[in-house]
């Protein structure tokens, strides 16, 4: 399809590209930006006036429920979701049922995402067989098999010699390790954070130093492999700190953090709000200011959902009994630029956390508008307010604690590849 996307805001945050020209695509390219090439000849025509033309988003932590969940989740529902919210591309952590610990289990999923045809989805290998933290995964054949990154999800290795040797396998392939740390001990069976909430509601607590303890161990085995690393949905400020000084030290370490946790904080859990139970825990008012001003300063390098679609059921339970976890993936974008109309991030640093320094970090040919680049793109209107429904959501999902909250952003048009796979 060769198509012209007229007078939008063209914003490419990894080069500072920010004009209001047109944006002409041939096939599943980019062509040409501001004027037609000499033999364009357009079958279609997207009207993008007062919208902002942006890379499509990359969501560097998703679980799609497929394979293993598909009672609360499919393919179809949550990466129909994804395209609604202009994410183009889908990271999808190793704990699937079964793992992502074979290359015959990446192979499957491939199938699956191709024959749902919307998104991009790249499967993250597992370091561990089963997940289990005990016996390394054969990495190698699981990267030829299309697995960009490697992590364990938030199953914690607990041996460190085994941490250690698997960072080390991995350094070989030159693969980026996601990694989501956490002391499993201090961990225990907590649910909320150690604090005022905490001690009000006498529920099991989860300390800042479950994260940091994790993040401290983990950094120690990064900088004797040199693996590169990046530490997924980070919650607090004294976290993010110890990033910025192994990053200060020369360590190849980056991170990321969840909308839910640069919007709320311990005192949302109110009175047992269940739609608020996450891991990590929702942290103090402190640790968010913090994280929102490392997403500002580029300290925090990406912002994704880490999307978790649960039945309705599941959050009925007890606080401490009830599942974790929020449905984001078609908030992403909303809760983000809520923020930029709040004044707590600039629009390109926004836009880039969501985009261009995902890319980077996995070292993909994405998140970028130029000529020659695959037209992964989300067109939407910065100003449009909207709000988030139960009806109006498109993930089967019926968890988060944003419903009736007004959002900003709506997306319009979502394209991968060049071909249209959403138009709102």
């Known amino acids: 399809m060769n198509l012209c996307i007229r007078g939008g805001r063209v914003i490419d945050p990894a080069s500072g590209f920010d004009q209001i020209c047109d944006l002409?695509?041939?096939?599943?390219?980019?062509?040409?930006?501001?004027?037609?090439?000499?033999?364009?000849?357009?079958?279609?025509?997207?009207?993008?006036?007062?919208?902002?033309?942006?890379?499509?988003?990359?969501?560097?932590?998703?679980?799609?429920?497929?394979?293993g969940e598909d009672h609360t989740g499919s393919m179809e529902s949550e990466l129909a979701a994804a395209v609604k919210g202009g994410v183009t591309t889908?990271?999808?952590?190793p704990d699937t049922y079964p793992p992502i610990d074979t290359p015959a289990m990446v192979h499957m999923i491939k199938q699956r995402v191709d024959a749902v045809g919307l998104a991009r989805v790249l499967p993250i290998g597992?370091?561990?067989?089963?997940?289990?933290?005990?016996?390394?995964t054969d990495m190698g054949s699981l990267h030829q098999a299309g697995c960009t990154a490697l992590g364990n999800s938030d199953r914690a290795i607990v041996n460190t010699l085994v941490m250690r040797r698997a960072l080390?396998?991995?350094?070989?392939?030159?693969?980026?390790?996601?990694?989501?740390?956490?002391?499993?001990?201090?961990?225990?069976?907590g649910c909320v954070h150690e604090g005022e909430i905490s001690t009000r509601l006498g529920l099991p607590v989860i300390p800042e130093a479950a994260e940091t303890v994790g993040v401290a161990r983990d950094l120690a085995l990064i900088e004797t492999t040199g693996i590169r690393a990046h530490f997924n949905c980070l919650s607090s400020a004294r976290a993010i700190a110890m990033i910025v000084d192994a990053r200060a030290r020369g360590l190849?370490?980056?991170?990321?953090v969840t909308p839910h946790h640069l919007h709320?904080?311990?005192?949302d859990v109110g009175v047992f709000d269940t739609q608020c139970k996450v891991m990590p825990p929702l942290r103090s008012e402190d640790d968010r200011t913090a994280l929102r001003n490392a997403v500002a300063s580029g300290a925090i390098a990406a912002i994704c959902s880490d999307h978790q679609a649960h039945g309705k059921d599941a959050k009925l339970a007890p606080f401490s009994e009830a599942a974790s976890g929020i449905a984001g993936i078609e908030s992403l974008?909303?809760?983000?630029?809520?923020?930029?109309?709040?004044?707590?991030?600039?629009?390109?640093?926004?836009?880039?956390?969501?985009?261009?320094?995902?890319?980077?970090?996995?070292?993909?040919?994405?998140?970028?508008i130029e000529v020659g680049q695959i037209a992964d793109l989300c067109v939407f209107d910065p100003d449009e307010v909207y709000t988030l429904s139960l009806n109006g959501m498109t993930s089967r999902g019926a968890n988060t604690p944003f419903y009736d909250t007004e959002l900003y952003g709506k997306v319009h048009t979502t394209l991968v590849a060049g071909k249209i796979v959403y138009n709102g």
């Open 24 to 67: 002409h695509i041939r096939n599943e390219r980019i062509v040409a930006i501001g004027g037609a090439p000499p033999d364009a000849n357009h079958t279609g025509v997207i009207d993008a006036k007062g919208l902002i033309v942006a890379p499509g988003l990359i969501d560097m932590q998703a679980r799609l429920r497929e394979p």
């Open 90 to 93: 889908v990271c999808v952590p």
């Open 126 to 136: 597992a370091l561990t067989v089963n997940l289990e933290g005990e016996r390394l």
């Open 168 to 189: 080390q396998y991995a350094s070989t392939f030159n693969l980026v390790v996601l990694l989501n740390a956490q002391d499993p001990w201090l961990v225990g069976n």
């Open 252 to 256: 190849p370490v980056t991170a990321s």
């Open 264 to 267: 709320l904080c311990e005192q």
């Open 333 to 368: 974008l909303g809760l983000t630029m809520k923020l930029v109309r709040e004044d707590n991030l600039p629009l390109t640093t926004a836009l880039a956390a969501l985009t261009s320094n995902p890319a980077r970090i996995l070292d993909l040919d994405r998140g970028r």
